[in-house]
């Protein structure tokens, strides 16, 4: 059975830092691309960040400069996030997929189960 389990979230005021975690397991990701998606209370589910096997990472525009993705090993990919800001309040979401995650409408095939990220002003 596949699973990503993701940890690390947590409560922040702004200008904090977490860092995320997402260990996936079930299968080996070596090929996947890894990511990581948000949801905000009231708004649609948005791309973050993604990694792919070999190492190349892409970022929504919000994020870039504050935000930075990482991968261990195949199946564990991290989000070092920097300079917190109140709009960054969201349910995290881990991803996996073989194609490109990063454009519009992408459905990754693996989801993990969202982990709470709250920056207070």
């Known amino acids: 059975q596949v699973q990503l389990v993701e940890s690390g979230g947590g409560m922040v005021h702004t200008g904090g830092a977490l860092r995320l975690s997402c260990a996936a397991s079930?299968?080996?990701?070596?090929?996947?691309?890894m990511g990581w998606f948000r949801e905000a209370p009231g708004k649609e589910r948005e791309f973050v960040a993604c990694?792919?096997?070999?190492?190349?990472s892409t970022y929504a525009f919000s994020v870039r400069g504050r935000f930075t993705i990482s991968r261990s090993n195949e199946n564990t990919v991290y989000l070092q996030m920097n300079g917190l800001k109140p709009e960054d309040t969201a349910v995290y979401y881990c991803?996996?997929?073989?194609?490109?995650?990063?454009?519009?409408?992408?459905?990754?095939?693996?989801w993990g189960q969202g982990t709470q990220v709250t920056v207070s002003s």
């Open positions: 079930g299968r080996t990701f070596s090929d996947y691309t």
């Open positions: 991803a996996a997929d073989l194609v490109n995650i990063a454009i519009p409408g992408a459905r990754p095939e693996y």
């Open positions: 990694i792919t096997s070999d190492g190349g």
